[in-house]
């Protein structure tokens, strides 16, 4: 593995407006702390042009093929060499130090999976509906959050000792889903860690109504994995659940974010848009568990 310490996979599918401001970010980090980037792509835009000619030192792993983030991501992990492998999105713009916190962290603790806390970049200006995409998917994760063991880790800064992604030198997950990977290790006996140190923000100029469509899409699809030995009574049985899911999601979206004691009059005016987010994922759950994942899973490109 060289003298990397630290590789950072990140998936990206045209992302040209944001890609820039993610490595910017990483550039000087790279130049202090011994570590990789490495971006697997799937772009038809100019994605892949702008990190050849900026950003020369990313390891640029480019496919033809429209791949979902999870396929991206696990191709990005198959090459890593870092003893320690995050998982940033294009997104994500990391704090100046965030590479030291990662490895600090590690350093620190037991813990196979550590994540930290995401905030909403340029948060003065950000528009109404930047605000409610920005809370449903990180709201629990917005500063300040509270250092220990938790039950969720953001995907967008989430960072892995290499033994619980490799055996010997072969990938152990292909396709990276973050979350049945994170489950696994649980199982395994190794809680997630929630590090406030480890910090980035989130730049995702992204329409509702795009939000919209995704929520959907993970929602069928995490369905539709987590059901796809289980017999058709225990499909009905989940599907039964799911008018259910939204009011479940808010409640705890509601505890986890009303102690931060920041940003409650924001989150409160956004209650309806969180309703309707989690409604539409609700919709596409109940979907995944009667007719499987259709071809949702394939179509995750944030």
Sequence with gaps: MDDIRLSVVIAAHNVCDVIDACLVALAAQAATTPLEVIVADSSTDSTPEIIRERFPWVRLVHVDEPLAVPALRGRG???????????????????????????????????????GSVDLYRAESASYATWSVYLNEYGLFMSPVVRGETWILAGSNV??????????????????????????????????????????????????????????????????????????????????STPAVPLLLL???????????????????????????????????????LRGPGTCCEQLFY
């Design 77 to 115: 992990i198959a090459v890593a060499r870092g003893a320690i492998i995050a998982i940033l999105d294009p997104f994500s713009v990391a704090a100046p130090d965030w590479a030291s916190q990662v490895l600090s962290a590690h350093a620190r603790h037991s813990h196979i999976v550590i994540g």
């Design 251 to 289: 409640w705890r979206w509601t505890s986890g974010f009303w102690p931060k004691r920041r940003g409650r009059l924001r989150f409160a005016a956004t209650v309806p848009a969180q309703l309707a987010f989690f409604s539409v994922w609700a919709w596409g759950e109940a979907w995944g568990y």
């Design 159 to 240: 960072s892995y000792k290499r033994a619980a992604l490799f055996d010997g030198s072969t990938p152990r997950y292909p396709v990276f889903w973050k979350t049945y990977v994170n489950w696994a290790i649980e199982g395994g006996g190794s809680p997630l860690w929630l590090e406030p140190d480890v910090r980035v923000q989130l730049n995702k100029p992204l329409a509702f109504s795009d939000f919209l469509g995704t929520r959907y899409r993970h929602g069928r699809c995490f369905a539709g994995m987590r059901v796809q030995r289980a017999s058709a009574a225990v499909r009905i049985v989940r599907a039964a």
